[in-house]
């Protein structure tokens, strides 16, 4: 294999059918987009393939997750192709690609216990990890052992995302913050998105999706500065609550192994910690 010429070149969207046809044969592979989602990603975000003219031996993708930081997406290399060289053949576009772009960090949810290594070789270090909680729906209503006086839970208005967004930058550190566009994203596809009001100042805020007998807290933020108040335990009651009677007996949420605080928020809530650890891998790229 190693005689056969390969070129690595920015993905076509004529090369759709064929990185198709690599992702559903190759062993080795990682996707974190949707099938459909591959033709917008081509033309707008990152996408290499390496083409041997009649194969393909990989496919790399990854987009701008918020300023000047990337998320690898997808990655997949033909059987029999070393790890490391189709890992190192493909990153080197693609790096260069955003080095270009001014974008410093390439960021990667490692759940794939094959890619480590060939990514620790390339750079990569682990930034965090994150753990996955699980309880099940409560059968008794929790929000009223944790009323806030004081306190307003309400919908979010569409004029307040530039406010959400601030108030969702203060309560994460990089790389976790969410963009306008990502919370208007989520405001759209959640099933609920609310947010805690005092004093008419945004000072917390939770998203929910309930599908089939399954809900998934996907975020809880409350303002740094009011922290200690009871807010996350409002929000998280709130977010029970309202997944119970949705349909749901399992609620899910996630957040990283440096959180501690909010693991004791989830664990005082009955939450238990399920599943393996990811690692959070960051590369820096070498920009001017």
Known sequence: ?????????????KDIDRILQLQQQARRSCIRFGYEDLGKMIEHDYCFIADTGPLLWGFVAAALQQPELAQLRGLSLINGWR?????????????????????????????????LPAFIGQGFITHDSIINFERHASLRP?????????????????????????????????????????????????SRLVVMEMDEVLVGYACTTVQGTR?????????????????????????????APAGADTISLNTQWQNTESQKL???????????????????LATS
């Open 142 to 190: 929790l929000l009223p052992l944790h009323t806030l006086p004081k306190t307003r839970l309400r919908y979010i208005q569409p004029h307040e995302i530039g406010a959400l967004t601030a108030l969702d930058h203060r309560a994460f550190a990089w790389p976790w913050q969410l963009s306008s566009g990502e919370l208007v994203q989520l405001l759209l596809t959640s």
């Open 1 to 13: 294999m190693h005689d056969i010429q390969v070129e690595v070149r920015p993905a076509q969207k």
């Open 83 to 115: 790890t490391a060289d189709g890992v190192s053949r493909l990153l080197a576009p693609l790096t260069e690609a955003m080095t270009r772009d001014q974008i410093q960090f390439l960021m990667h949810l490692n759940q794939e216990a094959w890619l």
């Open 266 to 284: 989830y664990l005082g809530f009955g939450f238990r910690m399920v599943g393996r650890r990811i690692p959070v891998l960051v590369k820096a």
């Open 215 to 243: 809900a998934h807290i996907i975020r809880l933020a409350v303002d740094p500065a009011h922290q200690g108040m009871g807010i996350g335990r409002h929000l998280l009651a709130d977010a029970l609550d309202f997944a």
